[in-house]
């Protein structure tokens, strides 16, 4: 788990009560600073990820004669002997974290709301065990290193498991808001909080709504942008990094400014952003895409799997190596993802079918049951904040966080709360979002975004510009990705097009249908053939297997995303289940460390 030299690293035990752990942590973050321990040092926390607190609160401890740090994590504990078992409800962030009572002998494992902070745990010979990555499982206990086939029947329909389900075999997922007591050798199972306490709230009126997301979103924005850490801001030319732009707070040290890009040409997202940075008297870079990405290709997909657990693998390898470049700007990247989803309705989960004779027939069969009985039948802000985000979303931002602490203020509690009070009127619009920045920032209102959208500008005139905006959106995404099988064999035509007129690359820079065909087509075709012919895999179609590469190498058919599921789901073999320690001598130490994060 320590993946980079930035890491910080230690262990804690207190064997009378059986436990054994070891954390990892960026250096200068949160985490960094643990344990966190209270004056008498007899509770103790270990913690993952961020949480964020009002100045309130310190105050609060302080008054109660408790020593609170200002960057500290140490406020956590002291809230917890304040608050008892109701602190876990009172924390606002993305965080995993194990508390350790030796007052009452208690133990507690517990995570965020959401499930975001992710924990795998495994019950294996009357103990427990648990880690924040699911190879820290495997290392320790060889019988998980398998797939778990109703795991990947799942991540095969919708790109993801769902629920509690992992990739691996006899490993889940730890429920959001799960906090796991563990006393006298006996566990007990709770949750702190359920989304239905917000579904009852009563829905506002739009312009009640307005105001209040104004006022809440500016009030919260703050608790993001402290840190001792340089922090950026991933810019983009959307609304949801425009608000917050709108919205920054005025005491602190400047943020920076940076968005990704290709390897040369600069998309309106590029170029817009730096419009709204230069109008914010800000700093902007572009981080590009170099050669060495290409060249090195095969490193930085395996790097990604193996640092997601399998949840994305090489058309995500990009992540890794853009926040690479941005930590050295800055180590803390604030982002505005998520915003459209929770605000807007924004939805990019549902089964994604792959193509028929990919995989053997049972498995085939299992994916169409799986694609024909998916139904989302609840709230949809639930649906998005403890479904979509934690299970369909989560391997682009944990790519990300390996690099860089990655922070939203969409997913603060109060504003997931309050988007369960929006009407319908107003999440199906995005004219919420353009109020705050036109009130906050006028001058950010008149810039347009990728889509050529810009405030209170919905006239007739505007009408060619948001139509032709659609249609160059559109025409990236099949240029990018989406190109129809049947348009395959054109490929080139539309190349020579787009020299003499750009045609494609305004709204996206990630062409890796493209690049499958021409600058790693010798990758592709490798790996393809060592799956085919040395590394045997009961889930493929080996006959299938045989033209998966050259079809889509030679233009005849786009396989983009057949190519991403193989390759993803070898490295996954390769990596977390044949390249981990096997032999006894190797062994030995990996059992001791196992009784040592048993609980």
Sequence with gaps: MEHESFYDSGVYSVPELGIYAGWVAHEDSLAAGQPFFNEERDVVLLFSGE?????????????????????????????????????????????????????????????DRY?????????????????????????????????DEEGVAQFLTFGCTLGERSLFRDVRLLPGASVW??????????????????ELQSTLPAEAFRAELQDTFKRILPRYFESDSRIGISLTAGLDSRM???????????????????????????RLAGRVAKACGLEHEIFRLGDDFFLNFASHADRTVYMTDGCVGPLAAHEVYLNRQARQLAPVRV???????????????????????????????????????????????????????????????????SQVSFRTPYLDNEI???????????????LTAWSIVENNRPALSRIPTDMGVVAKANGLGMVPRRILSKAVCK?????????????????????????????????????????????????????????????????????????????????????????????????????????????????????????????
């Design 181 to 198: 007591s563990f006393e006298k050798g006996s566990w007990r199972k709770k949750k702190y909080f359920s989304p239905q306490s917000w």
């Design 335 to 401: 982002t505005g993802v998520f915003g459209g989803e929770l605000l807007r309705e924004v939805s990019m989960f549902k089964p994604f079918p792959l193509s028929p004779g990919l995989v053997n027939p049972d498995l085939d069969r299992s994916l169409n049951s799986l694609a024909r009985d998916w139904t989302r039948d609840e709230h949809p802000v639930t649906f998005t904040a403890f479904r979509e985000i934690p299970q369909k979303r989560f391997g682009t931002p944990a790519a990300s966080r």
């Design 475 to 599: 025409l990236d995404y099949l240029y990018s990705e989406g190109l129809p099988h049947w348009l395959s064999p054109f490929d080139r035509v539309f190349d020579r097009v787009d020299t003499r007129v750009r045609l494609f690359g305004w709204h996206k820079f990630l062409h890796y249908r493209r690049w499958f065909r021409r600058e790693l087509a010798d990758y592709v075709a490798g790996v393809l053939k060592d799956v085919q012919t040395s590394r045997s895999s009961p889930f493929w179609n080996s006959a299938f297997l045989e033209t998966l590469a050259s079809e889509h190498i030679n233009g005849r058919r786009n396989y983009v995303h057949e190519i991403d599921a193989v390759l993803t789901l070898d490295a996954v073999d390769r990596l977390l289940f044949h390249d981990l320690p096997s032999e006894p001598e190797q062994r030995a130490p990996a059992i001791r460390r196992r009784a040592e994060a048993s609980i």
């Design 244 to 270: 917050i732009m709108a919205c920054l707070p005025k005491d602190g040290e400047k943020p920076v400014c940076y968005t990704f890009a290709g390897p040369r040409q600069d998309t309106l997202d590029a």
């Design 51 to 111: 949480c964020f607190v009002d100045p309130e609160t310190r105050t609060a401890l302080r008054q109660k004669g408790h020593e609170v740090g200002q960057a500290a994590g140490n406020w956590m504990v002291h809230l917890y002997e304040e608050e008892g078992d109701r602190f876990f409800e009172k924390l606002n962030g993305l965080f995993s974290g194990l508390l350790i009572d030796k007052r009452q002998g208690k133990i507690f494992l517990f995570n």
């Design 416 to 430: 997931v709360a309050l988007a369960y009070r929006a009407p319908a009127s107003v999440r199906a619009s995005p």
């Design 115 to 147: 499930g975001v902070e992710r924990i795998y745990w495994n019950e294996a010979n009357g103990a427990v065990f648990f880690a924040s990555e699911a190879k820290a499982l495997l290392r320790v206990s060889p019988e998980l290193r398998a797939f």
